[in-house]
């Protein structure tokens, strides 16, 4: 192990790390953004509507990250959507966990009893009022140990925007590897930075669990 | 045939005249569950500030009614009306076509309803649960709301708990605050959902208590379904006996309780008061 290329490694390691940080911070909130758009569109929406929406969550949920990415990044274009590739990257990472965090969603409404909207329609609250103040209240302290979860597991598959070139942590170690022939250490670091990031989000999660869960 | 005694009878509170126009009128009311009927053409009426007991063997209808009222289900043919508008349906064109939602919001803001399940939304507190609906459907102003909030649960004798979350409180107080909650949007019409059967024995009298309280100093019309015979007896003007989905009997409650005319409601008065 060569501790001082780790340390001159280090400066551009974590630029690579912050575009990481960067795709999964935008990325998780796309995913949370959409999927709540979604779980309401299936809930409230029509039929016509909310079926179609439905399936293409199925086949998004059913299709490889990967194969995601590269359709974004390589085929749009041909349609004419030219994307820059961290924002192919985030697009990606977002649409593709919305449709996990639309299902946590969903059982976390499941899990809101009915007599609450019950309650609400008797006191003829307004629909707006009825999701924000009655059921979504409710429902987040429910999902935020599963939202928790896919927040990680997003972070952990950032590496997969290596293959649309965006220049992220294991971008950065595998150019530095390759050009010093040094990848025990490059790699290694990569796998230390991804732990520490990972323990760091697992912990801030628990301790948002104990306050939501305190009320 | 149903047996019934005249509405208009004596012990309606205020002098009716005989055209008074009801303030619940349910025609030829079908609710059906897949090949289960419910409700099969009833019909009857509510005068205002009636108090109204719905008494009968489970699933013989009485919670259906209440929940067709609150718009909680709808008919599944027939017609309901709320001093004199259409609740179920409304009008279009001079013709009356199905309720739309709209519609709905509009006739059940004069109706509140007291749940069995107690219902209060656990992550407000007490005054949030009462005054959400005010400020947000009535369009109150928050002083306002708070000021009736402060009211309403000094009445149900719960001002000092104003600030707490209802978890803490227990399921008596809880439905206290649900009733205070209900009555905040000032209904002409309160249904009450069999509210004290999922309570602890011991704290049936306390909301028991607070409905009484309300029936004599108030002429809000209550309709209840309730297994609670004493309470029928004192606060109701009338007793309803349903089975299958049909009333059986109807009449004020000192004639059912102590000659009921009908089979039925004989042997269900006497498996009831077995039980108690």
Redesign the interface.
Same mark, same amino acid.
């Given at each position: 192990m060569d501790w001082g290329f780790v340390g001159a490694a280090v400066p551009d390691l974590l630029s690579g790390l912050r575009y990481t940080l960067l795709a999964t911070a935008l990325g998780y909130v796309l995913a949370l953004v959409l999927g709540l758009a979604v779980v309401i569109v299936r809930r409230g929406a029509p039929r016509v509507v909310a079926t179609p929406v439905f399936w293409v969550m199925e086949f998004i949920r059913s299709t490889p990250l990967l194969v995601q990415l590269f359709f974004v990044f390589y085929v749009l274009p041909s349609a004419g959507v030219s994307l820059s590739p961290l924002t192919a990257g985030i697009i990606a990472l977002g649409v593709h966990y919305a449709a996990y965090t639309a299902e946590v969603y969903r059982s976390g409404l499941d899990g809101v009893p009915t007599g609450q909207w019950e309650a609400a329609r008797a006191l003829s609250l307004p629909g707006g009022r009825t999701w924000g103040a009655v059921v979504l209240p409710q429902a987040v302290r429910r999902v935020i140990p599963a939202l928790g979860n896919y927040l990680i597991a997003m972070f952990k598959d950032t590496p997969l925007l290596f293959a649309i070139t965006v220049p992220e942590l294991l971008f950065e170690a595998n150019r530095l590897g390759g050009e010093n022939f040094k990848y025990l250490e490059t790699i290694s670091a990569v796998g230390v930075l991804f732990i520490a990031v990972s323990v760091l989000s697992a912990a801030g999660i628990r301790l948002l669990e104990r306050r939501y869960a305190a009320v | 045939m149903p047996q019934s005694d005249d509405n208009n009878s004596a012990e309606v509170p205020k002098a009716r005249e005989a055209e008074e126009q009801p303030l619940v009128r349910f025609e030829n009311v079908v609710k059906r569950y897949g090949d289960n009927v419910v409700l099969d053409e009833l019909d009857f009426n509510v005068l205002p500030g009636q108090r109204v007991t719905l008494i009968g063997p489970s699933g013989s209808g009485k919670t259906t009614i209440l929940r067709l009222l609150?718009?909680?289900e709808q008919v599944d043919d027939g017609v309901i009306w709320v001093d004199g508008d259409p609740l179920s349906h409304m009008y279009r064109n001079g013709a009356l076509v199905r309720a739309s939602q709209k519609h709905q #919001?509009g006739v059940?803001?004069k109706?509140?309803?007291v749940?069995q399940?107690?219902?209060?939304?656990?992550?407000?507190t007490v005054r949030r649960n009462i005054t959400?609906?005010p400020v947000?459907?009535l369009g109150m102003s928050r002083d306002e709301a708070d000021e009736r909030a402060a009211e309403l649960l000094e009445m149900v004798g719960l001002a000092d708990r104003i600030d707490e979350?209802p978890t803490r409180l227990s399921g008596g107080q809880q439905q206290r605050v649900a009733i205070a #909650?209900?009555l905040a949007?000032r209904p002409e019409i309160l249904l009450l959902d069999e509210v004290t059967s999922a309570l602890d024995p011991e704290l049936v009298a306390g909301v028991l208590d607070v409905l009484r309280e309300i029936a004599r100093t108030t002429d809000i019309t209550m309709l209840a379904v309730t297994h609670e015979m004493g309470f029928a007896k004192d606060v109701s003007h009338r007793v309803l006996m349903f089975d299958r989905g049909q009333i059986v009997e109807d009449g004020p409650p000192e004639r059912i309780f102590s000659e009921p005319r009908e089979e039925r409601t004989k042997s269900f008065l006497h498996a009831v008061l077995e039980a108690g």
């Open positions: - | 609150m718009t909680l #919001r059940r803001k109706i509140g309803m749940f399940q107690l219902n209060l939304f656990p992550n407000m959400e609906a947000h459907t979350h #909650r209900a949007m």
